[in-house]
């Protein structure tokens, strides 16, 4: 039994891999090529930059055995805190941008921590509640940027900008013990508290923090478009979650999540998405075939062995 | 001799390089009380548990009455004739005391599809009074129950359909006096019916005096078999090492002073429903035992020194006027805590043994505020060795190692962290002779280097074998005090908590 213990954990690890270059085989055979000319390549990156700044945060909200539906809305309002803004000075839009994401993660973190919801139930009624405000301020027409706020939509800066938050994410999570501390704390909350580690702010920081990277996130998506609509960031809690679980994340979080997950699983998701889109697929089937990858994913990568739930 | 019950015949099991039993054949007659004894992770609750259906055994066969036992879970065991009360809580929060009695069997009390719970409130009532725990209700929530009666739940619900083989597997270690009792009159009745009870307890003498018969596993293989009449517990030591163990595994100095100096000071501790206005003065190089029935309070001591309790009143004070109010604070001033509840509080079950040994000192293992693998993979093999932990490697997960193992993990955390306050809550609960020897000895040479032990026992012998004072609680307060002496009796401990 031991024997295919560990080889079942050999192919749960190598099976993001395999997925990943599995799905860039079949759409490069699909597309006869055409998803990796250096033009479609950079319109995919350029995708995958919020995508992948979003995944961070909940990464590490996951890894507590947490939970995170509020991201979409929060980008959504972050966005239009940015757009708003920009029109004053580009670095106070940022600095503001990172506060609305971080007080709204702290609203998060109070009801889950303070008030023992759980996670779940706390950011779905978030999601709702923010996506009235950002429907509310975007009624009479969108919020437009500032009309420069789009040159900063280069490719260097944009890709620097991503790659710089994911090394710091990185070297804070796997180098100062906090993953540590994470993964404790999803892995067995009562158990962590009697280490030492102080569970309830450490939750409260985390979800607070993911916020602070979602807003950073919405500074992307602005340049990106230059407005925000009331549709800003929709979805994009259920696209951060199919991406972690392509990536190979437990959706329970603990010991065994990796920081990789992160970088493969959103890459793999968005060049599945974009493929299908080159196919010619329609949105409504292409959300058929997301929900069927989600489910094989999540029915794969779930920790049934420790019996583990979602908090 | 009687007829033969149960036959087990090349019952093996493997777990990943571990072999947990090697092809053990054994025999089990009717009316006989018969025990397994063998060290932390020599087979006997794998052996067990595979008869009963929690695990699958990879080949041998097990014939009861002439039939194959081939239980696919517990209920199906039931369902074939053997029942299992364990060692860890076996009943589900959340239910009332009848439905965990009928847990899987709820077909029972069902006509077209309805459930008659009034039918089954009674039946379970009828069952509790004939036991005797007529003030358990059946209609209660499990969670009104505490530790003790939710165990003697257990029994009634592992043994009121009369199995033909009844396992107990270490459930003693978790019963105050009076559920032992009732534990032991149920086996002793199953006996008496012409029946068995396989019996697995690491407290030797009590395995001699309950059982009559007493078969010995090491390292997954069967040993010996033998009259409990002709031996000793010396004789059972031997044949479960392998070798002549020492009988002195206690501290066997008498009368040495300790020193005047406190190093941790808890005063007017009271935690509601738990303690009540408790006050303790540990001083350096100074083991304290704590003693009482279960319930008595003197495990929430252990927390609320540690900083653990909810709503505790009262302060913890340390040498330097350091107050202890949480957790942190007191891991950060070198205080330890291993809990009764291991795999809940003490372990991070669903983690490596990596992880659980490093988890407090991570900040001390950073260099130049840099955290490496690598320094921890060496800390954590570092101390896991020097508990000489049975693994694979420190990257193996808690949850497949035995009880002493994963104790050996806990203490290996606070040894790496080096705490100097060290409270240990049931240090020996569910642990074999080997290991106890090896956490007595380590015990006294931690004593000697001058750290501080507070150990919260509901075993006698380990406190006046261990201990340079010994407080007794009753009700949540203090009735006792004793210092080390050579003449000092179970008796007197005993007076002072009932």
Known sequence: ?311 | MSEILLHAEKIDKNFGVTHAIDHVTLDFYKGEIHALIGENGSGKSTFTSCLTGIYHKDSGEFTLNGTEVNARNQVDGNYQGVAIIVQEIGTLSGLSVAENIFLGKEDEFTKCGVKNTNAMNKKAQELLDSYGFNYIKATDLIDNYNFEDRKLIEIVKATHFKPQILVVDETTTALGEKGRIELFKVMKQTRDDGRCVIFISHDLEEVIEQSDTISVLRDGVYIDTVKSADVTPDDLKKLMVGREMSNDYYRTDYGERVSDEVVLRGEHLTVPGEIDDFSIELHKGEIIGIGGLSECGMHEVGKALFGASYDRKGTVTLADGTQINDIKTAIDHSIAYASKDRDNESLVINDTIQDNICLPSLEELKKNHILHAKDQKVFAEKYAKQMSTKMEGVHQFMSALSGGNKQKVVLARWIGKDSDIVILDSPTRGIDVKVKADIYQLMDTMRKNGKSIIMISEEIAELLGMADRIIIMKDGRQSGEFKRAEDLKDTDLIAEMV
């Open chain 1, 1 to 311: 039994m031991g024997k295919t213990k560990n080889s079942a954990g050999l192919i749960r690890t190598l099976m993001p891999f395999a997925g990943f270059i599995f799905i860039v085989g079949l759409f490069a055979f699909l597309t006869k090529g055409r998803l990796y000319t250096v033009g479609n390549l950079k319109l995919l990156l350029s995708q995958t930059y919020v995508l992948l700044i979003a995944c961070v945060g909940v990464f590490m909200i996951m890894t507590m055995g947490g939970l995170d539906f509020s991201q979409g809305s929060m980008l959504g309002l972050c966005s239009v805190v940015v757009c708003y803004l920009s029109n004053i000075n580009i670095a106070l839009a940022v600095v503001c941008g990172m506060i609305t994401g971080g007080l709204i993660g702290l609203i998060n973190g109070f009801f889950n921590v303070k008030r023992k919801i759980t996670s779940f139930i706390v950011t779905i009624c978030n999601m709702y509640l923010f996506r009235g405000i950002v429907a509310y301020a975007t009624t009479k027409t969108p919020v437009y940027g500032a009309s420069n706020i789009t040159t900063y939509n280069t490719l260097p800066f944009a890709l620097t900008f991503t790659l710089v938050i994911l090394v710091v994410a990185f070297v804070i999570f796997q180098y100062t013990g906090l993953g540590n501390r994470l993964k404790a704390i999803g892995a067995g909350e009562t158990a962590a508290r009697f280490a030492g580690i102080r569970v309830e702010r450490t939750k409260i920081l985390v979800y607070a923090a993911a916020g602070m990277i979602t807003g950073l996130a919405a500074f992307i998506n602005s340049i990106k478009v230059g407005s925000v609509t009331a549709t800003a960031g929709n979805q994009l809690e259920t696209q951060i979650m199919i991406a972690l679980v392509l990536g190979g994340m437990p959706v329970n979080g603990g010991a065994k999540v990796k920081f990789y997950n992160i970088i493969l699983g959103a890459l793999t998701y968005k060049i599945l998405t974009a493929g299908l889109v080159m196919l010619g697929i329609e949105p409504k089937t292409q959300q058929l075939i997301m929900g069927i990858v989600f489910l094989v994913m999540v029915a794969i990568f779930a920790d049934r062995e420790t019996g583990m739930i979602v908090k």
